[in-house]
């Protein structure tokens, strides 16, 4: 003999037998068993390290109008001509050199190079990121260009 | 009769749902693993001068090459000593590269670090400004960056 339809006090067809405290564990199992996945499909974290050089963009770029070797210039290095072109008009074409040595009589500059032309880059940072040419003129006693090299960098 | 076959069929549903967890946990467990694929590269760091390598040493004779000849050959040292006798080249490469990836059940990551080695091309020259003896150096590989 069967019971009546309308006894059932479930409104999900077919759930009315289920076991309530079974239920209950049922569903801790599944809990526990969704914790225990999320932990173990824990994926791996990158770590972002600090630039190297953190100059702001403008800083690195060209130094425009500061004086007439930081603008790029497809003639900038007209100048130099070796047995005539003195100290003095290096200087004052080229600016301070990145480094000296043998009491100043080798200069080197850095120079840098866009389409317009060479520049020279102010020597902020150790490394040789925004350089692309190092400028080697050697000197005579008497401050005259002797030699010089236009050597690639990078 | 129908209550009692109801409360098998609840045990066994209750049975299956806790293996289905077990079995789950287990294969997470199981799969779970990470792979480390170290991958060859040589290439200059961004700040690194490229135009010195360990041959140079090479062209180098002692006694006769002039300090001079090496300035206008390989640029500006990136360290002089005060007396000038001492010089060095440095650059930087980037030797080693490692793919990583965890994988762990439906889920996992991945990163690749760059590894870098350092060299110096140390120089030293006589009062005369003639090459006397030079050496190059390397140091261990040190992590550069992580992606």
Redesign the interface.
């Known amino acids: 003999m069967e019971r009546p339809r309308e006894e059932i006090h479930c409104p999900i067809e077919g759930a009315a037998?289920?076991?309530k405290p079974?239920l209950a564990?049922?569903r801790r199992?599944?809990t526990?068993?969704l914790l225990?996945?999320a932990v173990?499909?824990?994926?791996?974290?990158?770590?972002?390290?600090p630039s190297?050089?953190p100059r702001p963009l403008a800083e690195t770029e060209p130094q425009l109008g500061k004086a007439p070797a930081y603008r790029p210039d497809p003639h900038l290095l007209g100048l130099l001509r070796d047995g005539e072109t003195k100290r003095e008009e290096i200087v004052l074409q080229l600016g301070p050199p990145?480094?000296t040595?043998?009491n100043e009589r080798?200069l080197?500059y850095?120079l840098g190079q866009s389409p317009q032309g060479y520049f020279v880059q102010e020597t902020r940072?150790?490394?040789?990121?925004d350089?692309r040419?190092?400028l080697?003129l050697?000197l005579d006693e008497q401050g005259v260009l002797q030699?010089?090299?236009l050597?690639?960098?990078? | 009769m129908n209550l009692m076959s109801t409360t098998t069929f609840s045990k066994r549903n209750w049975f299956c749902w806790s293996w289905a967890g077990a079995s789950a946990v287990l294969a997470s467990c199981l799969v779970s693993g990470c792979v480390i694929v170290p991958v060859p590269v040589n290439h200059h760091t961004a700040a690194s001068r490229t135009n010195v390598q360990t041959d140079d040493i090479l062209w180098l004779v002692p006694g006769q090459t002039t300090r001079e000849e090496v300035l206008l050959r390989l640029g500006e040292p990136d360290a002089v000593t005060e007396d000038d006798l001492s010089m060095s080249y440095r650059w930087e490469k980037i030797r080693l590269g490692l793919f990583a990836a965890v994988f762990a059940g439906y889920g996992g990551g991945s990163g690749y670090s760059e590894y870098a080695r350092d060299y110096t091309l140390d120089l030293h020259f006589d009062p005369c400004g003639k090459f006397e003896r030079g050496e190059v150096k390397k140091s261990k590989l040190t992590l550069k960056r992580t992606l």
Do not use: I, Y
């Open positions: 037998t289920v076991n079974l564990r049922t199992s599944t526990a068993s225990a996945f173990l499909v824990a994926g791996c974290a990158t770590v972002d390290q190297p050089d990145a480094r040595m043998e080798v080197f850095r940072s150790e490394g040789w990121a350089v040419h190092s080697v050697v030699r010089h090299s050597v690639n960098v990078r």
